[in-house]
């Protein structure tokens, strides 16, 4: 065998390239194809036949490989069974070497897994070591996740932080609302409780006035009781020395009277700059004032706006509130001999009153008792005529002049110059006044002297003043006026009124009488009531301009008062301690240590306190509150009667019908007012009824109280408007915008027709409506002689139809005179007049 090997090998050196089936070749691969390298020979090998054992191989032989043909004794069952011992060797030597690679492979897989494992081991670590070094860089991926996990988390923590935070909030919200509510309740209960205790007080206070008012007795009891505390009288040297003082002034106080327009305003201002000694600025006032009416187109008014001071006066030409104003006549005008001239001169105090109806009010409660009147009467016919009419003020204040107290009647007939300085005319005027002052009450009668009339023109300065001082005043300024006109400064010429009247003898020579300074220079000053209790009788109460502080306006009609003094004001029963005394007799505001009978004074006041007796404790704003015209201020010692039940005794005038018990009617007692608030001076007054006007204080109904509750002062106040209706809610008026009316036309521009808008006035509800339907047309009689018209013409009766675009609040005529009326209007013009008839339902 080892042999074979040698020649094996040695012949396969020689054949290496030319024998693919080789042992080499053959027997080089195993099963897996893996190469292990070159053998030394295998037992197959052996086996194996060469080319020289075979015999060799030469040219002429057949091909034989295995050389089979040639092995001498070999058989076909030897050769199966070696055959088959070959195939187990192979089939052993395969699963060998299977075992052996799979072994190998094994191995090798267990080594590499190790391999692996370190590598992991060596990658965890090195993470772990990442880890703990936190690198960045980090597997990107498990960052991000770690990332969201952090932002998840954080997430979480910030919601649940969120939560508690929220919770909390909430809980501190509800706590805090809980004690807001609770604040509320108890702020709610505190106002509850104050309003109660107001209302317990004011109902008190009413229960008191109500006792005060409606037995005066009670004040009176009152009134002792503050007697024996407060005991001081005028001592007798207050009267004495306030007594040559009222001398001394010397103080004549005049009031004018007359219908709107006659010229009082301009009299008296012009018969003012006549008796004053103008210096130079003031003749430059005058001249400024009377260029200023002239731009105003008031040139005729010049003297009216030396008392008309108000802007709305001076544009409307018509005097509103009655002016004070103070001027001195000279003794030279007294109209006395010569030899009687040391006598001093004569103050004036002077009130013009308004003569426009709608300021009659004024006229009554502020002239009180005046020494002289002076009713100025316009001389023209129908101005006269007018002015005596029942609607005319002249007549009217004749009859309001007596019932001040006016013992002395200075009647001028005034405007003389636009009838020519007739003297006809003037005798004419004087004997028809005559009867209407004989009616009034006062004493005409020549030898009387209680009315005198005197011709007069206002305007044109004709017997203001005596004709020595015109004389004297036509020396001094008509020279000046005359050079003033031929100045070349024509606006101040041309703008200065002339102020020297001409001479009466070239006017009216028919007139030898007194001029009107010298009547009033001459007129009795009525007794000055010194020695009797002080009563000042308030007009006004206003805050001092520089103080600010209140003060009562009054004239005193008697008595006298001291500076410091405790007087109580009454009805009011309140107490208050004078502080300063300002006399406005004298026109301009002079301070004063004491006040007498006859004067005009503003009284500055300090309510006593409470400890300081029960018409104490009062502010002065409170005061101030209460005070009204009419009120009146005495010492505590000596009050005036308090009452509301009296016995009169009076003349009535012409009357429209005759007066039957039970009858209300207005009562103006000195300055009083009494009845209702009409005039301006808001009375506050726990009643009223029928006929008055009042202002209503009122508080809305809660919601729940009804539904017509729940809105606030102020969506009241928004929504209310002229014409709303206050009634009670079980007797309310009807609410509608369908009616039947009946009217009347006036004289129509156009006939009236079916579905033409107009104006509606019903009651005082102004509302635009439609008329709808015409039901019928009637005579005068009331009888019906056209039923459905199609038109509506000029004077007219008429049933109709209307619409108005509002609910008016209204009742039929029948049910209701005053709520029933209605006025149609159209373009500006009144086209019916009429009462409701009907009113139709209407769902609001
Ligand atoms: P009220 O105060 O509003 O009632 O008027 P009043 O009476 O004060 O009349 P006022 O003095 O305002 O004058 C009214 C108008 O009458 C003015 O235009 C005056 O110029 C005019 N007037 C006054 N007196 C005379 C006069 O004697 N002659 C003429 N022609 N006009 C006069
Ligand atoms: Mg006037």
């Known amino acids: 065998m080892n042999k074979k ?79 088959e011992e070959r195939r187990l060797e192979e089939e052993r030597k395969r699963k060998a070497d299977e075992e052996k690679r799979k072994l190998a492979a094994r191995k090798q897989k267990e080594a590499e897994r190790k391999k692996q494992m370190k590598k992991v081991a060596e990658q965890r670590r090195k993470e772990k070591e990442e880890e703990e070094k936190h690198i960045p860089g980090f597997d990107e991926e498990e960052e991000l996740r770690a990332e969201e996990e952090r932002r998840l988390e954080e997430e979480r923590k910030r919601k649940a932080d969120e939560e508690k935070r929220k919770l909390a909030a909430r809980k501190q919200k509800e706590a805090e609302r809980k004690k807001q509510m609770k604040k509320v309740a108890e702020q709610r209960r505190k106002e509850k409780e104050e309003e109660e205790k107001r209302q317990q007080e004011e109902e008190e206070r009413r229960k008191k006035e109500e006792e005060d008012k409606d037995d005066p007795s009670h004040i009176e009891e009152r009134l002792r009781e503050l007697s024996v505390q407060y005991p001081d009288v005028a001592p007798p040297s207050l009267v004495k020395k306030c007594k040559t003082l009222s001398d001394n002034s010397n103080t004549l106080q005049v009031i004018t009277a007359g219908h709107v327009d006659a010229g009082k305003s301009t009299l008296m201002g012009h018969l003012m700059l006549l008796c004053s000694r103008l210096s130079s600025s003031e003749r430059h006032s005058l001249k400024k004032l009377s260029q200023a009416a002239k731009d105003k187109g008031k040139e005729s008014f010049v003297f009216a706006w030396t008392l008309d001071d108000d802007e709305m006066e001076r544009d409307r030409g018509v005097t509103v509130d009655v002016a004070h104003t103070h001027f001195t006549i000279p003794s030279t005008m007294s109209g006395l001999d010569e030899d009687k001239k040391d006598i001093q001169d004569r103050s004036v105090f002077l009130r013009d009153a308004p003569g426009h109806r709608s300021f009659v009010p004024n006229l009554i409660t502020k002239a009180q008792a005046p020494d002289v009147g002076v009713l100025v009467v316009d001389s023209v016919e129908q101005e006269l005529v007018a002015a005596l009419s029942a609607e005319g003020q002249c007549w009217e204040h004749m009859l309001l002049l007596r019932a001040v107290g006016v013992q002395r009647l200075i009647v001028c007939v005034n405007k ?184 005009y004074v503003s009284l500055s006041f300090k309510p006593l306190g409470a400890s300081e007796g029960f018409g104490g404790g009062y502010s002065e704003e409170e005061i101030e509150g209460m005070v009204k015209s009419g009120c009146v201020l005495c010492r505590p010692s000596q009050p005036v009667r308090v009452s509301n039940r009296l016995t009169i005794q009076v003349r009535t005038t012409e009357l429209e019908h005759v007066l039957l018990k039970g009858e209300r009617v207005d009562m103006f007692i000195h300055s009083m007012w009494s009845c209702d608030n009409t005039c301006g001076v808001g009375k506050p007054v726990t009643r009223c009824y029928g006929g008055m006007y009042v202002s209503l204080s009122f508080k809305p109904l809660g919601a729940s109280e009804g539904f017509g509750g729940g809105y606030s002062e102020e969506e009241i106040e928004g929504m209310v408007k002229s014409g709303c209706v206050l009634c009670r809610p079980s007797q309310p008026v009807r609410v509608s915008n369908r009616l039947t009316i009946q009217v009347r036309t006036t004289e129509l521009e156009h006939v009236l027709l079916k579905g033409e808008r107009v104006d509606m006035f019903i009651h005082s509800m102004w509302s635009c409506g439609l ?57 500006s013009r009144t086209i019916a007049i009429g009462v409701i008839t009907e009113t139709h339902d209407v769902k609001i």
């Open 5 to 83: 090997s040698k020649k094996n090998q040695f012949s396969y050196d020689e054949r290496d390239i030319y024998d693919p089936y080789s042992v080499e070749s053959a027997g080089s691969y195993d099963m897996s194809g893996d190469f292990y390298g070159r053998r030394e020979s295998t037992d197959m090998y052996d086996l194996m036949p060469t080319v020289q054992e075979s015999g060799g191989y030469d040219e002429g032989d057949e091909f034989d490989p295995y050389g089979m043909g040639d092995i001498p004794g070999f058989d076909e069952e030897e050769e199966l069974r070696a055959e």
């Open 416 to 599: 003389l110059d636009r009838v020519d300085w007739s003297e006809v005319t003037y005798a004419h005027v004087c004997s028809t006044l005559k009867k209407y002052l004989k009616k009034a009450g006062f004493d005409v009668r020549d030898e009387s002297e209680q009315v005198v009339f005197i011709p007069i023109s206002g305007y044109h300065g004709v017997n203001l003043i005596p004709e020595s001082s015109r004389a004297r005043i036509a020396e001094t300024f008509g020279s000046e006026e005359s050079k003033g006109s031929e100045d070349t400064d024509e606006e101040s010429s041309s703008s200065a009124p002339t102020l020297v009247p001409p001479a009466l003898s070239s006017v009216m020579p028919w007139y030898d009488g007194p001029s009107l300074a010298t009547l009033l220079f001459n007129a009795p000053i009525q007794p000055r009531l010194l020695e009797h209790p002080f009563v000042c009788v308030v007009s006004d109460v206003s805050k001092a301009k520089f103080s600010g502080k209140s003060v009562m306006s009054g004239r005193i009609a008697s008595g006298c008062l001291v500076e410091g003094e405790v007087l109580v004001l009454l009805p009011f029963l309140r107490l208050l301690r004078v502080t300063a005394i300002v006399d406005n007799t004298c026109g301009v505001g002079k301070p004063v240590t004491r006040c007498y009978g006859g004067m």
């Open 771 to 827: 008329l709808k339907r015409f039901v019928s047309e009637m005579n005068n009689k009331g009888v019906v002689i056209q039923k459905k018209p199609r038109k509506i013409s000029s004077n007219t009766n008429a049933i109709v139809r209307v619409q108005t675009d509002d609910v008016v609040p209204m009742l039929p005529h029948s049910i209701h005179p005053l709520m029933g009326r209605i006025v149609l209007r159209l373009n």
